[in-house]
């Protein structure tokens, strides 16, 4: 079982534990990969949503009083909501204690050779019962150990995880599916922030992205465009044909 006090009801004392030590993000790309993955969630999939969740990054997960927190580059977590008092220090981080559950979703975001994203990292999640870990590899910088491949997602079976195969959405794109979460995880080229590359989305069975409140508000503008051009070549038509189109 996982230990999150010693005994059901007390709890713990946190007043000397470090929650935040003002580490830096590793690159500005991890740091761009990190909001998006964030960013889509909050503006396109809890829209279709009627859960509560928890989606950040870079926030220390603590499983346990003696154990040192694990701090994913993005994680989520269903059925629960962050307490909006900061000043507190119980609501500061991810206790696991106080959330009563483990994030269902860690990621790593690998950006150099020494980070053991699919060694310690791995066991580590999977003692704290993190349902799905999910190791992102956009510079190719684990060589062998992905094969050629960017992403790898791996499920909790039994306290152990086992790598997931992918299965293939729309115009055969490779998704990763989360049955527990219903959401999906696949790699995909395209242009965020102003920066064009391959970036790490979430998505639907499909394979169909969730996109950001930027990828929104294009969206909806292409779709006005897209209207006012037909209603303007209709109304030129119907001219073509004597009749006015404002009468």
């Not at 491949?149 to 039994?158: A, T, Y």
């Not at 996109?211 to 897209?226: R, V």
Request: charged share 25%; hydrophobic share 40%.
């Amino acid at each position: 079982m996982l230990e999150v006090a010693d005994e059901i009801n007390i709890i713990p004392d946190i007043s000397d534990l470090v929650t935040e030590d003002d580490t830096p993000v590793d690159n500005f790309f991890s740091a761009e990969l990190q909001r998006l993955l964030v960013e889509s969630l909050y503006s396109s999939w809890a829209q279709t949503q009627q859960r509560k969740f928890i989606a950040d990054a870079n926030v220390g997960i603590f499983s346990a009083i003696k154990r040192p927190p694990i701090v994913p580059d993005m994680f989520l977590s269903l059925d629960v909501e962050v307490e909006r008092n900061f000043r507190q220090k119980s609501n500061r981080s991810y206790f696991v204690w106080e959330m009563g559950k483990p994030p269902e979703v860690a990621i790593e975001i690998v950006s150099n050779q020494s980070g053991h994203e699919l060694g310690s990292k791995l066991r580590d999640y999977a003692a704290i019962y993190v349902s799905y870990y999910a190791v992102f590899d956009p510079l190719s910088q684990l060589g062998e150990q992905m094969g050629d491949r960017l992403l790898q997602v791996f499920g909790l079976h039994e306290g152990q995880y086992r790598e997931l195969s992918p299965v293939l959405g729309k115009n055969a794109q490779v998704v990763y599916w989360l049955e527990q979460v219903n959401l999906g995880l696949t790699v995909k080229s395209g242009e965020y922030e102003g920066k064009q590359d391959t970036w790490l989305r979430w998505c639907d069975r499909q394979g169909e992205i969730y996109l950001t409140g930027s990828e929104l508000a294009k969206q909806a503008d292409l779709q006005l465009t897209q209207e006012r051009q037909r209603s303007e070549l209709l109304a030129e038509k119907l001219r073509n044909l004597g009749i006015d189109p404002d009468a």
